[in-house]
């Protein structure tokens, strides 16, 4: 069998990619987190606070350097693989990566240190200032790549002249229409991943009885964040998707295996897409609440994969089955954020095991969530890498083998399988030994520019330590 | 309308940045290829924390290289990164071992050994393959149309092979004396006593690089030695600084090894960038031929010139507050 070095390149770039977007996603919920925090025992002085802060300080540290060290390969996947891509589109993505570099060097340089290193050391105001412009800088870097990112899906403000990219309009590139929608959703979508993971968090130390009136705060927090971002991002979604049927209404007509452009269209709840005969099969669905979706008329017409040719369309059930994992989870958030709601009297969403293990297993979702809608908003995107301009296959490295791409992949795959298994292991650790590592801030000999060593937990389980002791034996069974 | 040659600032920015990263983590991969050979483990803790507070700052340089190389030189970027695919890909994998093991050490008791080791092969692997990269490029690469048109493994040549192990003996002469100037006591004699033998073997590598290169390629050839020019002061100067380490190891003293080391490596550097300029894609493309838009380059030169100087006054100020000798037992635990 031939080895399509296409092929094997978007699996390279999806995995590549996927893994890193973990870290960052999480990430920049959680330095706004932080920056609450902050804001609220520099305000209130509550030593509760402060203590939050801290423990979710070394969370973020642990991801934040993961997130920085997956980025570096981020940086010269497009030469590698996508060389033809690069040259094209230099002129306006060059710079738009440079700037989130730029960035991210700006706040490291900086800010960060001064967050992780810096309590007790500098000035209240300075530490809580530090936090605000990790938080601020963290949302300047997601706008430079998420602008980069719609403009590929929405290019604007360019012309091509022999097969470069020309920027005629930096203003249109830069804001070009899918760009306000894909940043709004994403940075809610930071938020809900932060809020639920710290909520999953906060919820299983409640269980075990750790630390008890802090993790009820940022609970209740969380819960109250929850509640009115997880219906937001319902509608951002809605607004996004609008957006992506006026400019990419082929990918709308993939996520709604939609194959025909007609009216009164179902939303399918089920179906198994047949691209080869270019129909569904076991199809179940809502009758006519796609149209009314879409056009906001039950009648209204929505575009099928037949306005373009078979060759032309994206791959159908991936796009289809992401968009309503997606979907479904979001459901499934709004569904929590609403019950945080009923269980409000009497502290009941602290005390009602069954929806603090819930909580749990929510933590979870967020991430399979975002990578889900990426899944759709990439592959939906295909055959183009640039959509209408430049397709995947011109793209690619012209000199890349399939030998090579599949030697890469299954390189990346070990490299990163060894190292973040330990990266997760140990940020599973700092999560264990929890708050009540006592010595926050006595650490002397701690060094800026080295953001895993602001959590000082050891690396393997050390029996007769501490950090199991003072939890209370759990009972798992839910009342 | 250009108001300044705008290709010729870039190419001295990623040239700077270039240099720097190249002083700057070449140290620290030094210290990383000389770590299985120290005299125990303590000098080894020792000497993971002379580096520790810098090495990421330094690494971010070479982030910015290739951010930077996108951005003003495209045509580099997507002519050598698919024609090093191979050795890109070993540079990478092994910097993430390494910066892994650098965390991940600190905090480990009973798994430690495994990170000195990703620490030691991620860093030797990283240097090597640079060396590679250094030797691929005195090469020249096969195009066609503007793309990389060579095999997978062109890059990889008995020349490029020594080149590999050149930067590899280079980076480990800066570690070492690095190390003089950072430690004492046992740690620092073990130290200078390695230093003149890498020394020797650097300047042997880089004598045969030299005779060999410019049967490589003809136009290096044709620079150097169709008339003596005044490019000749750089291998002198070359020599001076060797001579220098030497002296200073002789004489036991303790910043001038690396201070000699850092001017070895910058008059190097220069002689490499003086064979090939102003080809920036040896032998067909020149640095405008491969420079990206007038406006591209403008817009990311504002920004560029703001930040610069905040990372390299970050910089400065870091080294400083970590200057002096790094002893046993202080540092990270």
Known sequence: MELDPLILSRIQFAFVVSFHAIFPVFSIGLASFIAVLEGLAFKTGNPLWEKLSAFWTKVFAV????????????????????????????????????YEVITAFFLEA????????????????????AAIMVAVGTFISSFWILSANSWMHTPSGVELRDGVFHVTSWSQAIFNPSFPYRFAHMVVASFLTGGFVVAGVSAWYLLRGREVEANRKALSMCLWMLLFLAPTQAVIGDLHGLNTM???????????????????????LFAIPDQENQTNRFEIGIPNLASFILTHEWDGEVPGLNEVAVEEQPPVGIVFWSFRVMVGLGLLMIAFALAGLLLRRNGAYYQKRWFLQGLRFMSITPFIAVIAGWFVTEIGRSPWLVYGMMNQAEAL??????????????????????????????????????????????????????????????????????????????????? | MELFNLSLIWAFIIGFGVIMYVLMDGFDLGVGILFPFAPTETDRDTMMNTVAPVWDGNETWLVLGGAGLLAAFPLVYSIILPALYIGVFLMLAGLIFRGVAFEFRFKARTSRYLWNWAFAGGSTLAAFAQGAVVGAYIQGFETTNGAYSGGALDWLTPFTVLTGFGLLAGYALLGSTWLIMKTEGRLQEWAYRITTPLLTAVLVIFAIISVWTPFVDDMVRERWFDHITVIWVLPALTLLCAFQIWRSVRNRFEGMPFVATMGLFITTYLGLIVSRWPYVVPPEYT?????????????????????????LTYTAWTYWVFRGKVRAGEGYH
């Open chain 1, 110 to 129: 900086a800010f960060l240190g001064v967050l992780l290193f810096g309590r007790h050391k500098v000035p209240a105001g300075v530490h809580l200032f």
């Open chain 1, 246 to 268: 006026e400019h990419q209404p082929v990918k709308v007509a993939a996520m709604e295996g939609n194959w025909e452009t007609s009216r009164n269209v179902p939303l399918l």
């Open chain 2, 287 to 311: 640095l405008w031929d491969a420079a990206s838009a007038y406006e591209s380059q403008l817009f990311l030169l504002l920004g560029l010139l703001f930040v610069i100087p905040i990372v």
């Open chain 1, 397 to 479: 490295t012209p000199s890349l083998t399939g030998g090579m791409a599949l030697f890469t992949l299954i390189g990346y795959v070990v490299v990163y399988g060894l190292v973040f298994s330990a990266g997760v292991y140990y940020l599973l650790r700092v999560l264990y030994v929890g708050l009540e590592d006592e010595d926050e801030g006595e650490h002397e000999s701690d060094r800026p520019a080295r953001p895993l060593s602001a959590a000082h937990v050891p690396f393997e389980i050390e029996h007769g330590q501490g950090d199991v002791s003072h939890a209370k034996p759990a009972n798992e069974g839910g009342h």
């Open chain 1, 63 to 98: 991801v934040f350097g993961m997130g920085v060290v997956s980025g570096i390969v981020m940086s010269f996947q497009f030469g590698t693989n996508w060389s033809n891509f690069s040259q094209a589109s230099a002129n306006f993505l060059g710079p738009m990566l440079s």
